[in-house]
């Protein structure tokens, strides 16, 4: 991959990750798996084109079925997110 690529995605996922608080502690996760699974639909390895919101809406499933580093499985926790920004960034 071209260095430039990978720095502009950078950008992007840092850019982005602004909209998702780093506390409390369970938000760490999302944060976490958020960088993973984005850097990763941007790649070239990428089979689907996917939106930012979609990424994160994959990222908070995960969480609720398989916990993280700091939450627990749990169906319970309500991760926070600048929900206006990821709406505008659907498609």
């Not at 996922?13 to 990763?40: A, C």
């Not at 919101?53 to 627990?72: A, N, S, T």
Request: aromatic residues 10%; proline residues 3%.
């Amino acid at each position: 991959m071209n260095l430039s690529k990978l720095k502009q995605m950078r950008e992007k996922v840092l850019k982005e990750l602004k909209h998702i608080p780093d506390w409390p502690k369970p938000q760490k996760d999302l944060r976490i798996t958020y960088w993973s699974y984005r850097m990763h639909s941007l790649g070239k390895k990428a089979k689907v084109k996917k939106s930012a919101k979609e990424v994160l809406d994959e990222c908070i499933e995960h969480l609720r079925k398989h916990g993280g580093i700091y939450l627990q499985k749990s169906s319970d926790y309500e991760f926070q997110y600048d929900k206006e920004f990821f709406q505008s960034k659907r498609g």
